[in-house]
């Protein structure tokens, strides 16, 4: 009825609509490519819903983590500020080191815009001003992050000091170190944190910030759109600790998450292992980690500018330490000694003024007591002043 050409017509729309039908199916059946490189130094894959260890390898051994320390002081955030609080920029915070979002010193912020900086685009200056803000300064953030560990019972000893993960010259007291098991353990409190999830969860985040720029902040965590399902978390990276990825995905109703670290292809790997965990029902004789409890909550600083939200230009680094990274108790004590050595100069400089005077006025005292006492004629035989005196007197009675 068509005829040849209008039957190879029909024939060639129907396999065209069977190979586009059938393309779906092929790509979910092709294997993922093999990652590139050795693998990662540290791993472990848990499962979000009931904290079962799926794989690991190193997972207790404490590494450097670099910017994946972000989603600690992130949590630190949430337990200690409201979502209508406000995260004021110092002069430190502003001068800390690339990567960051450029906030200017006297900038007041909306904590969930820092938030979204801090774990959207691994600002250094967000984790510098969230540190500020709840401890008064980078220095005793520590105290919070220890309570936090604490609080998620993190086993394997980490140090936590640097609050945005470095661990270079410009850190604080040399970075931090901790384990990929703790960092699981983290990452399942931010998965369950309705102010975190999302933001982690998030291609691309804008806003238009207090400086008036309209900011759209592109995730560094590429798996947002390499992996189907995925849901997070934070990508780490310094020459120290090398490249880092916390990963979370979501795959026919469960919820894994990878942490790899020092690895060179993190995605390569993070989707192995994701994959891999997928493909194998959850353990329930492995090990657990420690159950999710209720969220911490911390009180932030109350003696610092951090309480206030300063005039927008206005200076904030009064009370913080110098931006060289020397405490402020030091400094203090080298412009007390200071002082002290000025002080010291001016008493000795008085006494040595004092005693010239002493010294000139003694030096002159014999000849004014000589000059104003009564006259004697043995030493001055030559001063006459009453005959001077009378003869002036006959002088001026003669004239008249």
Known sequence: MFGLRGFRVVASVVSAATIVSAAPAIAQTTTPT??????????IVVDQATGAVISGSNEHTPLPPASLTKILTALVAVAALKPTDTVPISERAAAMPAHKLNMKAGEVWPVDEVLSALLASS?????????ERVSGSLENFDTALDALSQHLQMADAPTLQDAAGLDDSSSVRGGNRISARDLAIAARAVLAEPRLAPIVARPITEFVGPDGIHHRLVNHNKMLTRYAGAIGMKTGYTRRAGRGLIAAATRNGRTEIAVVLNVADTYGWAAQLLDAGFAQ???????HLPALHAGLRLAPATASLTNRAPARGATVSA???????TPIALRLLFVLLALVVVLCCM????VIVRRRYRRHRRAHAQVRRQVHRRRNPHLTPHYKPHEELADRFHEVSSRR
């Open 34 to 43: 093999a990652p590139l490189g050795p693998p990662p130094k540290a791993f």
């Open 281 to 287: 029902p959850v353990p329930r004789a492995a090990d």
């Open 319 to 325: 009370t913080l330490p110098a931006r060289d990274g």
């Open 123 to 131: 600002a250094n200056d967000a984790a510098a001003a969230v540190a």
């Open 347 to 350: 008493l000795r400089a008085r």
